[in-house]
């Protein structure tokens, strides 16, 4: 209020972002952000981190940031977390995976609602899984508001799931305005399947938390050597190849730990296998792992493997790399971008290759040639920060602010040529559709009788404001 | 005695009463909705008939006729009765408590009273209702076993759905050490923001 906010842009859409000091026109422009996707917290993984850490840095950078989600169990309504980050936990149902049904239409009242209520000017949805994040794309464009995409994940275009997918990829981001990708073998893999123009899609990495991932010295065994694997134990992540690589190194070092962390369905094989030669004592199942728990695994062993099939990007690698471990890595995906050379060893993704490179790291463990812990550690931790991260999308935000959002007409036009005849005709019938709800939406509740939320972060923020910064907790009690 | 003309969430007119008694730590706050509309009972009605019409050019049996009279008539009553609030009142005593009245169409009347010292705050929340996303205000029960837990959460002027914009009262609330206020002075307090957030 104090610092002069030119509340409306003469843009022809009513959602534009405004911008602070009155003097300069285009410096320290703060947007309006809201984080669309169905994967968020009490939900674990690497998109629920990585949207909450951006969405902490962004805050910090000043801008205003929401999170919308699908409730989880009890968890439902309007949250409030660490510096005044909102999170809408909507009543929608889920169908498969912890990601909602779509119909394209139902979500349009209360996403509208949000979006009018918030103020927003930028809706940035995450992966490419999630039903929510594609349909609050399609209802922004609808409703004239900028659209950025980060796809956290690779696919293939082979079979028939992926052929599916990467239609509605297509149809979902040909008038997006600005994608991002976590690695470049994503970025190529992203352009390729949703047909994009190379232009609009840019990359940026993951980050890890440095202070999180701290090696110990103190709790590694002197005589022995373990080996330390930490992902899901699912097909995709090579577990069968784990499986053939245990017995054949188990037998040629009699020192050889083997630490396995994580749950799945691969579980089985290396069970199995565990079984079957004997390994009781050396190979340790330690099942699935709290994400603070993951750290204290890590820094038993002295050599990482990953044996994924595929990967966008892999924050494991970065974890045990930060914890000061070796790491041996499959060369598929975006892996080989990841780590410096000298801190990683690729192999091909077959038992024989993955093997040398561990017999590679064990021998270097061996003559004490390798690297310590704290000089990895001292290396990584400069490599990725939720930071620069933050920085390098708040670019992308203000690259986006400057395009205009498609007209319906040109919209259409666009559906047409890029995603087909039968499919975009398909869904240039359902934008036009989404436009006539809104527009009934607009007629039932305009505009101008939906109240205007408060801030609690942003230039306005209640929560960094500071003369009610003592009464800020107090005054924005939310109800559990 | 002062009326104040706002509209509730769905844009409907509704209008403020606030009156002050005698002593000064007594107020009633009663927020009017809109009457029953002729418009609306026209279109109701005529719809009930028309379909009725409609089932008996079909079935040509007049009981249909006749149903649907009873149904108008039913309906209308049992919406007056039971669904239909005119009124709402909230009379803050401080030094007693609150008692919330809700004014039915049909002239009945439903009382609730929370003693003050049950009432551990006065707070506007924010709730997803009916795909839409509102502030309501509401007051804060104390949990009989647990001093600092939260019992139940009453809402306030809910049929009449007023808007409860927090601006004022966030400001308020962080200006005061709430802390040293008794629960009754807090309420009163509260009601007078209420009266300018509404």
């Not at chain 1, 994967?39 to 950078?61: A, D, K, T, W």
């Not at chain 1, 239609?167 to 399947?193: A, F, G, M, P, Q």
């Not at chain 1, 938390?209 to 065994?221: G, H, I, L, T, V």
């Not at chain 2, 001093?147 to 004022?168: D, N, W, Y």
Request: charged share 20%.
């Amino acid at each position: 209020m104090a610092c002069g906010i030119e509340a409306k842009e003469t843009l022809p859409e009513p959602n534009n972002s405004y911008r602070v000091n009155c003097g300069k026109w285009s410096l320290l422009r703060a947007h309006r952000i809201c984080m669309v996707s169905d994967f968020f917290y009490p939900n674990m993984g690497g998109v629920e981190s990585h949207i909450y850490q951006l969405s902490q840095c962004l805050i910090e950078r000043g801008h205003k940031v929401i999170i919308v989600t699908h409730a989880y169990g009890n968890r439902k309504g309007v949250r409030y977390l660490t510096n005044g980050l909102k999170i809408y936990y909507l009543p929608l149902k889920v169908m498969y995976n912890q990601s909602t049904a779509t119909t394209l239409f139902h979500s349009l009242p209360l996403l509208r609602y949000i979006f009018v209520r918030e103020r927003i000017n930028m809706v940035h949805s995450h992966s490419s899984f999630s039903a929510m994040a594609h349909d609050s794309l399609f209802h922004a464009k609808t409703m004239g508001i900028h659209t950025v995409f980060t796809d956290h994940s690779l696919f293939g275009f082979a079979d028939v799931s992926s052929v599916l997918t990467n239609k509605l990829l297509t149809v979902s981001l040909c008038d997006t305005n600005h994608i991002i990708c976590v690695s470049y073998t994503s970025k190529e893999n992203t352009v390729l399947r949703a047909a994009l123009d190379p232009e609009i899609v840019s990359v940026i990495p993951n980050a890890v938390d440095p202070a999180e991932f701290m090696p110990d010295q103190d709790r590694r065994n002197g005589s022995t050597i373990t080996i330390v694997v930490v992902s899901r134990l699912v097909y995709r992540k090579g577990i069968d190849l784990l499986g053939g690589i245990i017995p054949e190194l188990c037998q040629k070092y009699p020192h050889l730990h083997f630490l396995v962390g994580g749950e799945g369905p691969k579980r089985l094989v290396l069970e199995e296998v565990r079984e079957r030669y004997q390994l009781h004592d050396r190979v340790h199942l330690l099942g699935a792992l709290e994400h603070q728990d993951v750290r204290n695994v890590l820094v038993q062993g002295q050599i990482f493997l990953n044996t994924s099939l595929t990967e966008a990007f892999c924050m494991a690698i970065v974890e045990a790399a930060s914890c000061g471990l070796q790491v041996v890595s499959t060369r598929v995906g975006g892996i080989p971008e990841v780590l410096p050379e000298n801190l990683i060893i690729l192999c091909e993704p077959s038992v024989k290759s993955l093997c040398e490179g561990l017999e590679k790291a064990i021998a270097q463990h061996q003559a004490e040639r390798s690297p310590s812990p704290e000089s990895i550690h001292n290396t990584v931790k400069t490599f990725y920060t939720w930071r620069n991260v933050a920085e390098r999308t708040e670019k992308v935000y203000d690259r986006v602010a400057g395009e205009t959002v498609l007209p319906m007409c040109e919209r259409l036009e666009r559906l047409f040529a890029h995603c087909g005849s039968v499919t975009g005709y398909f869904f240039a019938v359902c934008a036009v559709v989404n436009f006539l709800f809104l527009l009934f939406l607009r007629w039932v509740t305009p505009d101008s009788i939906i109240d205007i939320a408060v801030d609690a972060t942003g230039p306005n923020g209640a929560w960094t404001r500071q003369h009610i910064s003592t009464g800020a907790k107090k005054g924005k009690r939310t109800e559990a | 005695m002062q009326e104040q003309q706002f509209t509730n969430i769905y844009g409907g007119a509704i209008s403020l009463q606030c009156r002050s008694y005698d002593a000064a730590s007594c107020r009633e706050f009663s927020v009017c909705t809109q009457k029953l509309s002729l418009r609306g009972l026209t279109a109701c009605t005529c719809a009930v008939w028309l379909a009725a019409y409609a089932l008996f050019a079909y079935t040509e049996n007049s009981a249909v006729l006749s149903a649907a009279i009873f149904v108008t008539l039913i309906g209308l009553l049992f919406y007056l009765h039971f669904v239909k609030i005119d009124q709402e009142s909230l009379l803050v005593i401080a030094s007693l408590g609150i008692q919330m009245t809700s004014y039915y169409a049909s002239g009945k009347e439903s009382t609730t009273f929370i003693e003050m010292n049950n009432v551990k705050d006065v707070v506007i929340n924010e709730a997803i209702y009916m795909q839409k996303v509102i502030y309501y205000l509401c007051i804060l029960l104390k949990d009989p076993v647990d001093p600092h837990g939260i019992s139940e959460v009453v809402p306030v002027f809910q049929t009449s759905a007023a808007r409860h914009l927090p601006t004022r009262w966030t400001a308020s609330k962080a200006a005061g050490p709430s802390n040293s206020f008794e629960g009754a002075v807090q309420v009163e307090i509260n009601m007078c923001i209420l009266e300018t957030t509404l």
